[in-house]
């Protein structure tokens, strides 16, 4: 019987006979942390992603940057301001206040298509360094109502992407089904935490973080029931 930190993972070998190559959409954050190092034990990578698209908490990319060299994997920041162009929501919008979800509606922090553009843009960079596998750490178990996080919204954005460019993309999503407090074990199961000491998640970019923002308090929760101390607040 297994322990509350224990976690299985699949082997390399259940995966693939052969060595893979993938890009993986950093953000900085402690799920897309967790994302490269699962992408590490399975793959080749040949890319971590980062996207500058005028977030508030863009103090993430420098996080970013720093688990990527720790790591040893290739790194690149792709522009985008559009978004912020386009303004309507509280992570690019500093003049609004960051709120939680409210009854029946999506949180201000909800940036419209923000995932499905940066899974799209990602794939187009891996067209062009022949890569057809795609990592990223979005979750419809312990997420704030996004729909764009969605195990239906990336099951249809692989056949699009496929349709689109004339290839066969395959999006990986390991904590889609995941709570908090399971993707903490697994961080701690594969050796990921020195990499979320490195991570940001807070929404207003604070280092320390905020604490009470919907984004911290989410962390905070998934550590809890982990029961696991988070490594972030050891070097804060």
Same mark, same amino acid.
């Given at each position: ?83 912020? @162009?386009?303004?309507?929501?509280? !992570?690019?919008? /500093?003049?609004?206040?960051? #709120?939680?979800?409210?009854? $029946?509606?999506? =949180? ?83 050796? @990921?935490?020195?990499?979320?000491? !490195?991570?940001? /998640?807070?929404?207003?970019? #604070?280092?320390?973080?905020? $604490?009470?923002? =919907? ?22």
């Amino acid at each position: 019987m297994r322990g509350k930190n224990e976690i299985r993972i699949t082997p390399v070998t259940d995966l693939a006979t052969s060595p893979t190559r993938c890009l993986v959409v950093l953000s900085g954050g402690a799920d897309s942390a967790i994302c490269l190092h699962w992408a590490l034990l399975r793959f080749e990578v040949a890319e971590a992603l980062t996207f500058d698209y005028g977030q508030r908490h863009r103090n993430e990319i420098t996080c970013a940057r720093r688990i990527a060299m720790r790591l040893g994997v290739p790194h690149r920041v792709l522009p985008i301001n559009s978004f912020a @162009a386009l303004g309507g929501n509280s !992570l690019v919008d /500093t003049d609004l206040p960051v #709120r939680s979800q409210e009854a $029946g509606q999506l =949180p201000n922090t909800f940036v419209p298509g923000r995932n499905l553009i940066f899974i799209t843009l990602a794939a187009a960079r891996a067209y062009g360094l022949g890569v057809r596998d795609l990592v990223t750490g979005v979750c419809q178990t312990d997420y704030s109502g996004y729909p764009d996080c969605r195990a239906t919204t990336m099951q249809a954005l692989e056949k699009t992407l496929g349709l689109g460019m004339d290839a066969e993309f395959r999006i990986h999503t390991p904590l889609m089904q995941l709570t908090k407090a399971e993707s903490v074990r697994l961080a701690y199961a594969i050796g @990921a935490f020195p990499s979320l000491a !490195l991570s940001l /998640t807070c929404y207003e970019g #604070r280092q320390p973080a905020c $604490g009470i923002c =919907p984004s911290c308090v989410l962390r905070a929760k998934g550590f809890a029931e982990a029961g696991l101390p988070d490594p972030l607040l050891a070097t804060s």
